[in-house]
């Protein structure tokens, strides 16, 4: 289990240098729209285009984050871990990353702030989570069962029971 936490720390840490480097990156262009502050209204002029750039747009919103639906409970290494718990934790530490993500692009010349791509990273951190993580988890813990059920009773209780 060390290894998987360590592996999924440091791919969480690649991954976010990634997704900075690529959010955080400058965009000059002629001109910017004002940031958008009310949620569905970008993901409505989304769908107002044609069905397949508005499956792109959307699909790059929810596909932005969702690793870290994956990475996030890997790099918190619990197998035996509540479900609900985790899963509120991830999607939680999800919204934070893409809200700092959000407010930091403010600072970077022609990127805005909108809401819709914070909703839309969020959700899609939390299908990430739902499709694979419950799956994954009860495979690993049948394993574990399976390795602790096959290993002989430990000497010691044997040992004492003649005593």
């Not at 949620?39 to 002029?45: E, F, N, V």
């Not at 397949?52 to 990475?71: N, Y």
């Not at 969020?122 to 799956?135: D, E, I």
């Given at each position: 289990m060390v290894r998987v936490r360590a592996a999924g720390l440091l791919l969480t840490a690649a991954y976010l240098a990634f997704v900075g480097w690529l959010l955080l990156r400058p965009h000059y262009v002629a001109w910017v729209p004002a940031p958008n502050l009310r949620p569905l209204g970008t993901i409505r002029a989304d769908l107002a285009m044609s069905p397949v750039q508005a499956a792109r747009r959307i699909g790059a919103g929810l596909g932005l984050l969702a690793?870290?639906?994956?990475?996030?409970?890997?790099a918190g290494g619990q197998v035996r871990a509540s479900g609900f718990g985790s899963f509120v934790r991830t999607v939680f530490?999800?919204?934070?990353?893409?809200?700092?993500?959000?407010?930091?692009?403010?600072?970077?010349?022609?990127?805005?702030?909108d809401v819709d791509a914070l909703l839309l990273n969020t959700l899609g951190v939390a299908l990430a989570y739902l499709l694979v993580v419950p799956a994954v988890r009860r495979r690993l813990r049948r394993r574990e069962d399976a390795a602790a059920a096959a290993q002989?009773?430990?000497?010691?209780?044997?040992?004492?029971?003649?005593a």
């Amino acid at each position: 289990m060390v290894r998987v936490r360590a592996a999924g720390l440091l791919l969480t840490a690649a991954y976010l240098a990634f997704v900075g480097w690529l959010l955080l990156r400058p965009h000059y262009v002629a001109w910017v729209p004002a940031p958008n502050l009310r949620p569905l209204g970008t993901i409505r002029a989304d769908l107002a285009m044609s069905p397949v750039q508005a499956a792109r747009r959307i699909g790059a919103g929810l596909g932005l984050l969702a690793p870290l639906g994956v990475l996030l409970p890997m790099a918190g290494g619990q197998v035996r871990a509540s479900g609900f718990g985790s899963f509120v934790r991830t999607v939680f530490a999800a919204l934070m990353v893409s809200l700092l993500l959000e407010f930091t692009q403010t600072l970077v010349p022609g990127q805005l702030f909108d809401v819709d791509a914070l909703l839309l990273n969020t959700l899609g951190v939390a299908l990430a989570y739902l499709l694979v993580v419950p799956a994954v988890r009860r495979r690993l813990r049948r394993r574990e069962d399976a390795a602790a059920a096959a290993q002989p009773p430990p000497l010691v209780s044997s040992i004492a029971g003649r005593a």
